[in-house]
């Protein structure tokens, strides 16, 4: 697999030259200062590929992460046509410029989510987790979500309200501020009015509608990314259940697979995200390779620990160290890499797959600098250093 590390721009506190060191082989990024449903000019996207290659870097940018898709999309709003023409266009613009992957997701209102962006660590290090007594507060108490009720169980209604009760004003500002943070590296930041207003617009868009809103929308543009020899490939629901009484339709390997089969094509795949997905306790690695191996476009690989209380599919969770969580890391990795030794026994242009070591603990002089919850120096740079471990020594066994 083809190592890659995501880098925000030039606003972001890691530095290429920082990125060279890593040993990462390519850039994962986007033009974060775009608003949904904005084209993407041939200019600003040459903008950045020069910023990655600053100085002889040797870097390319080789995935997008991600060419947003509006929320008018998303709900088929009454300007969705000119959404979709200046997607496609988008599109048009990234192949002119040698951009051959990108990644988006279908998470309505809210991309991932968290209720802790630096929880301490046993080792001195942060990490960011999912609480989900934390979040049914929030959604019960802070937002005051109509219908909220009917999505927890009493128990832990009653562990929330106990939850809520305790908190400070400043706990609560900040409980708040870690859910509604809005998309990673995004122009975006959203407060809870906003989070209010966004959702009364998803007012019966239930599951099968929120389907069937992605396959209209990948019906009208994979044709275009077919042509120009793209490679989509859509990012998994994080976490991979309904939040906020809004319906998630990309949490399974099941969902997967109806989707890419509604719009059956070489440029409509996946991005497998082991931490995303691995939060379910039903998710299998090995067997998504397996039944979708030939349309993973592009791989996320980071590791999630289930944590308490949960209700049903609804978990509390971790962001673990990438060898230390609920999947199987190193089967995970043999499974791709005997995906790409299948694709190169076809001749595929695309037998490499990208990686890169998705979030990671803040560890060391993380802990003393400026940087973007999720997205450390050391702790990215160890978990790279260890899925770079697994490779070799599966290249060499086999």
Not at 43 to 49: F, S
Not at 371 to 388: F, K, Q, S
Request: glycine share 8%; net charge negative; proline share 6%.
């Amino acid at each position: 697999m083809k190592e890659t590390w995501r880098w925000f721009g030039p606003q972001d506190d890691i530095t290429i030259p920082e990125i060279v060191q890593t040993g990462a082989a390519g850039v994962v990024s986007a033009l974060h200062n775009a608003p949904p449903g904005a084209v993407w000019s041939v200019d600003a996207i040459e903008e950045r590929q020069a910023q990655i290659a600053w100085d002889g870097s040797g870097l390319t940018w080789d995935v997008v992460e991600s060419l947003p898709v509006s929320e008018v999309i998303k709900t088929q709003g009454p300007d969705m046509s000119a959404h979709l023409d200046s997607y496609r266009t988008s599109l048009e613009n990234l192949a002119a410029c040698g951009v051959r992957v990108i990644c988006y997701n279908f998470m309505p209102v809210l991309d991932w989510t968290r209720t802790e962006l630096r929880r301490r660590l046993p080792n001195g290090g942060t990490t960011m987790a999912f609480d989900l007594a934390d979040f049914a507060a929030f959604d019960l108490f802070e937002l005051r979500r109509a219908g909220a009720e009917d999505d927890y169980p009493e128990a832990l209604r009653v562990e929330a309200q106990q939850r809520h009760m305790a908190m400070e004003d400043d706990d609560r500002a900040a409980l708040a501020d870690n859910i509604v943070a809005g998309l990673p590296g995004a122009a975006e930041h959203w407060t809870i009015a906003d989070v209010a207003a966004c959702l009364a617009t998803y007012d019966g868009i239930d599951a099968d509608r929120l389907r069937a809103n992605l396959v209209d929308f990948l019906s009208e543009v994979v044709p275009t990314a077919e042509r120009l020899g793209l490679r989509l490939c859509c990012h998994p629901d994080d976490p991979p259940f309904p939040l906020l009484g809004l319906p998630r339709v990309m949490s399974s390997v099941e969902d997967y697979e109806t989707v890419l089969g509604a719009v059956d094509s070489p440029a409509n795949g996946a991005t497998l995200c082991t931490g995303s997905l691995g939060v379910s306790a039903a998710f299998d690695a090995v067997d998504f390779v397996r039944r979708l191996g030939p349309k993973i476009h592009f791989v996320h690989l980071r590791n999630t620990r289930r944590d308490e209380p949960s209700a049903g599919e609804m978990v509390s969770f971790h962001e673990a160290e990438h060898l230390d969580g609920d999947t199987d890391m190193v089967a995970t990795i043999r499974a791709l890499i005997s995906e790409e030794r299948h694709r190169r026994d076809e001749a595929r242009a695309d037998w490499q797959i990208p990686m890169r070591p998705d979030h990671g603990q803040s560890l060391l002089s993380d802990l003393d600098r400026p940087l973007m919850p999720g997205y450390p120096l050391i702790g990215r740079m160890r978990g790279l250093a260890e899925l770079r471990g697994i490779m070799a020594a599966l290249s060499a066994e086999s």
